[in-house]
C-alpha cells in the first residue's frame, strides 16, 4: 500500500458527519462575505431579510394599524426629544453671546447639524408612516363596505328562494320540510342560489316555514350558508364596492371642479321704469330754437 493513500486530500476535504447544515449554511456565508463587493453584501442581507418576512404570520388589518400606531408614537417622542435637544442648544449658545455682548443669532449652531439630519429623517419616515396609515384605514373601509355588501346580496338570495317556495307545490315543500328534497327525491334548485343540499334546504326551508325571513337570524341556526356562496359573494360584492366607490370619486371630482371655477359676474340689471313712465335712456331730448338769434331760412 502507497504510504500517499492514506494522506488527507487537502483540495478536496471530506465533509465532517458531525456538521450540521446550519453550520455548513453559514461557514458557505462567511466565505462568501469574505468574496462579495459591499453592494452584493448589501444585497444578501435585504434578500434574507425578505425571507424572514415572509415567513412571519400575516396580520390583519387591525393588528397593523396598531403597529403603525405604535411606531407612530415612538417617533412622535424621538422627534420631540430632538427638537427639545436642538432648541436648548440654540438657547445656551444665545445666553453665551449675550455674555460676550453679541446680538443673539437664528442661524443653525454647527453643533445641531447632525441632530437636524436626524430629524429631517425622522420626520419623513412619520410622512410615510402617515400614508400608510391612511391606505390602510381605506382598507379596512373597502373590506367593511365588502362585508356589508356581502351582507345585502345574500339577504336579496333568501327573499328571492322565500318568493320561489311560496311558488311550490305544497307537497313538495313539505318533502323539503322533512327530508331537503323535493317529492321526486331530487336535490332543490334555486334560481337564485342554485343547487341546495339536503340539509342547507331543509334549514332554509324550515326558516320559511317558521316566517323567519332575516339573515342575521338564520345565520345563527345556519352559520355555514355564508361560507358556502362566500367566493360568488366576494366577487359580486367586490364589484359593488368598486363601482360604488368610483361614483363616489367621479362626484367629488365634480364638485370640487364647481368649487374651484370662478362664477361670472352677472349682467347689471337696469332699474325698471314704474309703469307708465318712459325710461330715461329712451327719452328724446326736445329741440329748442338758439338763444339770442334768428334762424334763417336757407337761400333759394
Known amino acids: ?55 412571519k404570520p400575516e396580520l390583519s388589518s387591525e393588528e397593523q394599524l396598531k403597529n403603525l400606531k405604535d411606531e407612530m408614537e415612538s417617533l ?50 412619520q410622512e410615510a408612516l402617515e400614508k400608510q396609515k391612511k391606505e390602510l384605514i381605506n382598507q379596512q373601509e373597502k373590506e367593511r363596505f365588502i362585508r356589508e355588501e356581502k351582507e345585502k346580496i345574500l339577504q336579496e338570495k333568501l ?23 323535493t317529492s321526486e327525491g331530487q336535490n332543490v334548485e334555486s334560481k337564485s342560489m342554485g343547487s341546495l343540499n339536503p340539509e ?21 341556526s345556519l352559520p355555514e350558508l355564508l361560507k358556502k356562496f362566500d367566493e360568488d359573494l366576494t366577487k359580486e360584492a367586490m364589484e359593488r364596492v368598486d363601482k360604488k366607490l368610483e361614483e363616489e370619486k367621479a362626484k367629488m371630482e365634480e364638485e370640487q371642479k364647481k368649487e374651484e371655477k370662478p362664477e361670472e359676474p ?27 338769434g334768428n334762424i334763417e331760412s336757407p337761400k333759394a
Open 1 to 55: 500500500m502507497s504510504k500517499l493513500e492514506n494522506v488527507p486530500n487537502l483540495n478536496n476535504p471530506e465533509p465532517n458527519p458531525n456538521e450540521s447544515a446550519t453550520e455548513v449554511n453559514v461557514n458557505a456565508t462567511k466565505k462568501l462575505e469574505g468574496e462579495l463587493t459591499p453592494e452584493e453584501l448589501e444585497k444578501l442581507k435585504i434578500e434574507e431579510e425578505q425571507k424572514q418576512e415572509l415567513k
Open 76 to 125: 412622535q417622542q424621538e422627534t420631540m426629544k430632538l427638537t427639545k435637544s436642538i432648541d436648548e442648544t440654540k438657547t445656551k449658545l444665545n445666553k453665551i453671546r449675550e455674555e460676550l455682548g453679541l446680538p443673539p443669532t437664528e442661524k443653525e449652531p454647527p453643533s445641531t447639524f447632525s441632530e437636524k439630519d436626524k430629524l429631517e429623517k425622522l420626520r419623513e419616515k
Open 159 to 181: 327573499d328571492e328562494l322565500f318568493k320561489e317556495f311560496e311558488g311550490l307545490d305544497p307537497r313538495d315543500l313539505e318533502s323539503i320540510f322533512k327530508s331537503g328534497k
Open 200 to 220: 342547507m334546504a331543509q334549514s332554509l326551508a324550515k326558516a320559511f316555514k317558521e316566517g323567519v325571513k332575516l339573515l342575521s337570524e338564520i345565520l345563527e
Open 266 to 292: 352677472k349682467p347689471e340689471e337696469k332699474p325698471k321704469a314704474p309703469e307708465g313712465e318712459v325710461p330715461p335712456a329712451e327719452v328724446k331730448p326736445e329741440l329748442n330754437p338758439i338763444e339770442g
